[in-house]
T-cell receptor, first 113, second 112 residues
Framework: KAGVTQTPRYLIKTRGQQVTLSCSPI?????VSWYQQTPGQGLQFLFE???????NKGNFPGRFSGRQFSNSRSEMNVSTLELGDSALYLC????????????FGPGTRLTVL | QQQVKQSPQSLIVQKGGISIINCAYE??????FPWYQQFPGKGPALLIA?????SEKKEGRFTISFNKSAKQFSLHIMDSQPGDSATYFC???????????FGTGTRLKVLA
């Protein structure tokens, strides 16, 4: 099975712009979670989607949003970008029949100038 | 209460030595504790995970030791190799939430 794929791998944006990141989970996995990774804050949970519904949300401002499609692919959107949004954004997929185990994609490196 | 504290921040070990990374948590509702390995430019990869009903789990050179009463768990890497040089993260979650709380990471360097 192919692993979790994320596109694009790298992005450069300027402050005030918005960005959309995409994640395709492992085939058959219906749960997708998003995490932000920065040197200062480490890995922080953004939100989790299952069957097109957001089930869990971390402590991030409303500028961070997401959605999941019927094929389980997920997108994450960040509006009104700030310098502090520069980070590696990781997507993880999970087989809801397989317990808690999550599999991470390679991430999208977002740089905000 | 949601934090997972990880130490040390960095670790240097000679080839063939034992690498030990420790994590501590407060929330007794956590019931799943995975360890992830991350190489530069890659996403974290699951190494090994444990639930509180066992005190130790071993997979190859990697062992998790779990102390439920102390609310601590640790990763032991036996016979450490230069290829093990990476950043290691512990995490904790509550079954049914699928939200991982990660430790701050340990950068391991194994000297050849």
């Amino acid at each position: 099975k192919a692993g979790v794929t994320q596109t694009p791998r790298y992005l450069i944006k300027t402050r005030g712009q918005q960005v959309t990141l995409s994640c395709s989970p492992i085939s058959g996995h219906r749960s997708v979670s998003w995490y932000q990774q920065t040197p200062g804050q480490g890995l922080q949970f953004l939100f989790e989607y299952f069957s097109e519904t957001q089930r869990n949300k971390g402590n991030f401002p409303g500028r961070f949003s997401g959605r999941q499609f019927s094929n389980s692919r997920s997108e994450m959107n960040v509006s009104t970008l700030e310098l502090g949004d520069s980070a590696l954004y990781l997507c993880a997929s999970r087989d809801q029949r397989g317990g808690n185990e999550q599999f991470f994609g390679p991430g999208t490196r977002l740089t905000v100038l | 209460q949601q934090q997972v504290k990880q130490s040390p921040q960095s670790l240097i070990v000679q080839k063939g030595g034992i690498s030990i990374i420790n994590c501590a948590y407060e929330n007794t509702a956590f019931d799943y504790f995975p360890w992830y390995q991350q190489f530069p430019g890659k996403g974290p990869a699951l190494l090994i995970a444990i639930r509180p009903d066992v005190s130790e789990k071993k997979e190859g050179r990697f062992t998790i030791s779990f102390n439920k009463s102390a609310k601590q768990f640790s990763l032991h890497i036996m016979d450490s190799q230069p290829g093990d040089s990476a950043t290691y993260f512990c995490a904790a979650s509550i079954s049914g939430t699928y939200k991982y709380i990660f430790g701050t990471g340990t950068r391991l360097k194994v000297l050849a």
